[in-house]
């Protein structure tokens, strides 16, 4: 039974000071949610405030990118064991992002997804196709090539924990959802393809969540669909009352 996995990408947004107030927020207010995972992935400067705000609640920690080596002479990187030990239990692989702006390539995700295990962090992997390949018909070629390249080498227990993101890079910040309809059928896909490559354990366990635009007023009709089993929400995650309502419409739905 996957229970939904809602996470907060906060990008470049929020200083530690508004990163540990948010929390003080919102730990009231889902005190008594059990039954959803809720994680927020702040900017590395916050990750172990954040982690120590959050510490003895359900909010769990995620940051939002690594470096695939253990140390060196890397000026400006993050390890995945410093990660770790700032508080994170999870962290963002590939985000579209990271693809567009900084040249991240799928086996540059493969690298960081296996270190980020290595270093007992959960990645969720981000995976989705642009507007002009959508409009192309690659969807699912697309879809192929990151989860195949993405996932190389992984273990079918280590797919069976991993977070996928499925994340139409035309659907971010955009305000344009994909329907739930585009996003169930995006979403079957993917765990068709894990069950061909990993295994029915790894495909039936795994989270498929979706990211793009999700709001209070879409969530409910995206986790309707039998294969998305969270979200990952950039912009509504910014204040503490559309979060919450994410967090809360997502109940007893998967
Ligand atoms: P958005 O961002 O919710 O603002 O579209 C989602 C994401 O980038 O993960």
Request: proline letters at 3%.
């Amino acid at each position: 039974m996957r229970i939904p996995f809602i996470a907060g990408n906060w990008k470049m947004y929020k200083t530690v000071h508004e990163a540990v107030e948010f929390v003080k927020e919102l730990r009231p207010a889902v005190k008594d949610i059990t039954d959803v995972e809720i994680v927020l992935a702040p900017a590395f400067t916050a990750v172990h405030a954040l982690a120590d705000a959050a510490r003895n609640t359900k909010i769990g920690v995620a940051a939002q990118n690594l470096h695939w080596e253990r140390e060196g002479a890397f000026t400006g990187e993050v390890s995945p064991a410093m990660v770790r030990e700032a508080g994170a239990e999870y962290v963002i692989v590939g985000h579209s992002e990271r693809r567009r702006l900084f040249g991240e390539t799928d086996a540059i995700v493969n690298r960081k997804a296996l270190a980020a295990i290595d270093a007992r962090l959960t990645p969720i992997v981000c995976i989705g196709e642009t507007l002009e390949e959508r409009e192309r018909e690659e969807t699912f070629a697309v879809l192929d090539r990151q989860i195949k390249d993405g996932l190389d080498r992984l273990t079918a227990e280590q797919t069976a924990e991993l977070v996928v993101a499925y994340e139409p890079v035309w659907a971010i910040g955009t305000g344009r959802t994909a329907t739930a309809a585009q996003a169930g059928e995006a979403h079957a896909h993917i765990r068709k393809r894990l069950r061909q490559w990993f295994g029915g354990d790894a495909a039936d366990h795994c989270h498929i969540i979706y990211g793009g635009s999700v709001k209070p007023d879409n969530i409910r009709d995206l986790i309707a669909e039998a294969d998305v089993d969270g979200a990952l929400v950039g912009g509504a995650s910014l204040e503490v009352r559309s979060f919450t309502e994410i967090v809360t419409r997502s109940r007893a739905a998967v």
